[in-house]
């Protein structure tokens, strides 16, 4: 998976995510409940370098065809409309909005109405039983329709952080864009976005121990995927290794994944202890009261979790220090090293148990 950037929203439904990917949108290597395209007005032919002419290219799915008998047909009001349910796709329903670039200013203003129209037709889904928890899009409008890329992708992020935290079902949202310098544009106007600092930003190679380190981080994770089959096709455990293997991998990456990371491997057993939705530091502390992991192992993963709510919300510029260093992504890196030596100990454990 082509993960170039990560934006980690803490709701009261658990951590979600936005991730942005470089990527044909119309070939995913994921399954999402929706995909999200744009056209416009009544005008669905496969003009050449649009998304609606790789899907009838690439997966003989003709937006033309499926705009004539949609499931839901929501032109009239918010511009738009929801396939029927596709069985041998990525992608479970094809979303068309239409219009963007004639409604994305209303007068002299900007407006994001249309966006939030998008994620209310997210939430009409729901209503009507068709369960949404993932969904992919490229830069709505900015193709043909020639909508300015940065506008789109600031109002598509603020809204997108908005959907995520008061809808309980939605869990994550992708940006994919095949282009290369336009995923590099939305990555540059995300940062900026969430204010991020450049420690965050740094590359996390470069090193000669930290280097060292990941390797043996690389090798972990692949033990830990042969030991639970039901990890090889993970997306956390893809992107963190692919991320390592190019040594392309930012501190805010890291620090995002590896939260996930977490989350995943300590909620395994969640069904014998506690509910759904549970926050990181609740995992910790089951895990810390069930089991006889040693109490510096405790730290270990508490300075995992630390540093992933550093690089998640938004910090106090004045707070002392304001910034991390080398030093500190080695602190980081051991730390993870360690825990996946104390997971793959857990696990091999548990086996022997049994």
Same mark, same amino acid.
């Given at each position: 998976?082509?993960?170039?950037?990560?934006?980690?929203?803490?709701?009261?439904?658990?951590?979600?995510?936005?991730?942005?990917? #470089?990527?044909?949108?119309?070939?995913?290597?994921? *399954?999402?409940?929706? $995909?999200?395209?744009?056209?416009?007005?009544?005008?669905?032919?496969?003009?050449?370098?649009?998304?609606?002419?790789?899907?009838?290219?690439?997966?003989?799915?003709?937006?033309?065809?499926?705009?004539?008998?949609?499931?839901?047909?929501?032109?009239?009001?918010?511009? @738009?409309?929801?396939? *029927?349910?596709?069985?041998?796709?990525?992608?479970?329903?094809?979303? @068309?909005?239409?219009?963007?670039?004639?409604?994305?200013?209303?007068?002299?203003?900007?407006?994001?109405? %249309?966006?939030?129209?998008?994620?209310?037709?997210?939430?009409?889904?729901?209503?009507?039983?068709?369960?949404?928890?993932? $969904?992919?899009?490229?830069?709505?409008?900015?193709?043909?329709?020639?909508?300015?890329?940065? %506008?789109?992708?600031?109002?598509?992020?603020?809204?997108?952080?908005?959907?995520?935290?008061?809808?309980?079902?939605?869990?994550?949202?992708?940006?994919?864009?095949?282009?290369?310098?336009?995923?590099?544009?939305?990555?540059?106007?995300?940062?900026?976005? +969430?204010?991020?600092?450049?420690?965050?930003?740094?590359?996390?190679?470069?090193?000669?121990?930290?280097?060292?380190?990941?390797?043996?981080? $690389?090798?972990?994770?692949?033990?830990? +995927?042969?030991?639970?089959?039901?990890?090889?096709?993970?997306?956390?455990?893809?992107?963190?290794?692919?991320?390592?293997?190019?040594? #392309?991998?930012?501190?805010?990456?890291?620090?995002?994944?590896?939260?996930?990371? %977490?989350?995943?491997?300590?909620?395994?057993?969640?069904?014998?202890?506690?509910?759904?939705?549970?926050?990181?530091?609740?995992?910790?502390?089951?895990?810390?009261?069930?089991?006889?992991?040693?109490?510096?192992?405790?730290?270990?993963?508490?300075?995992?979790?630390?540093?992933?709510?550093?690089?998640?919300?938004?910090?106090?510029?004045?707070?002392?220090?304001? @910034?991390?260093?080398?030093?500190?992504?080695?602190?980081?890196?051991?730390?993870? #090293?360690?825990?996946?030596?104390?997971?793959?100990?857990?696990?091999?454990?548990?086996? @022997?148990?049994?």
């Amino acid at each position: 998976m082509s993960l170039i950037n990560i934006i980690s929203i803490p709701t009261s439904h658990g951590i979600k995510n936005i991730e942005i990917h #470089n990527e044909d949108i119309t070939s995913l290597p994921w *399954k999402v409940d929706l $995909l999200v395209i744009s056209a416009f007005r009544n005008a669905y032919r496969p003009s050449p370098g649009t998304v609606i002419e790789s899907l009838e290219k690439n997966q003989s799915v003709s937006v033309n065809e499926l705009s004539k008998n949609p499931l839901i047909d929501l032109r009239d009001t918010l511009n @738009c409309f929801i396939s *029927k349910e596709f069985s041998n796709q990525s992608f479970r329903h094809l979303v @068309c909005v239409e219009g963007i670039s004639e409604r994305i200013f209303e007068g002299k203003k900007i407006s994001s109405k %249309l966006f939030s129209d998008l994620f209310g037709i997210v939430s009409l889904l729901n209503y009507k039983g068709i369960n949404t928890t993932t $969904l992919a899009m490229p830069l709505l409008g900015t193709g043909n329709q020639a909508a300015n890329p940065e %506008l789109v992708t600031k109002y598509l992020v603020e809204k997108s952080i908005h959907a995520l935290r008061i809808n309980p079902n939605l869990q994550t949202i992708y940006f994919v864009e095949k282009s290369e310098e336009r995923a590099i544009l939305i990555d540059e106007t995300i940062n900026k976005l +969430q204010k991020r600092s450049k420690d965050q930003l740094e590359l996390v190679f470069g090193n000669e121990e930290t280097d060292r380190i990941f390797n043996d981080i $690389l090798k972990k994770l692949i033990i830990i +995927q042969s030991i639970k089959p039901n990890l090889e096709e993970n997306d956390t455990f893809l992107s963190l290794i692919g991320k390592i293997n190019n040594k #392309n991998l930012r501190f805010v990456e890291l620090a995002i994944l590896v939260r996930k990371l %977490l989350e995943l491997l300590l909620s395994e057993n969640k069904e014998k202890t506690i509910e759904q939705n549970t926050s990181l530091f609740q995992y910790i502390m089951d895990l810390k009261s069930k089991t006889k992991t040693a109490n510096w192992m405790i730290s270990y993963i508490h300075t995992l979790r630390e540093f992933g709510n550093y690089i998640s919300h938004e910090h106090d510029s004045n707070m002392i220090p304001d @910034c991390m260093d080398k030093e500190d992504i080695i602190v980081y890196t051991y730390s993870l #090293n360690r825990f996946l030596d104390y997971y793959i100990s857990f696990i091999n454990n548990e086996a @022997c148990q049994k």
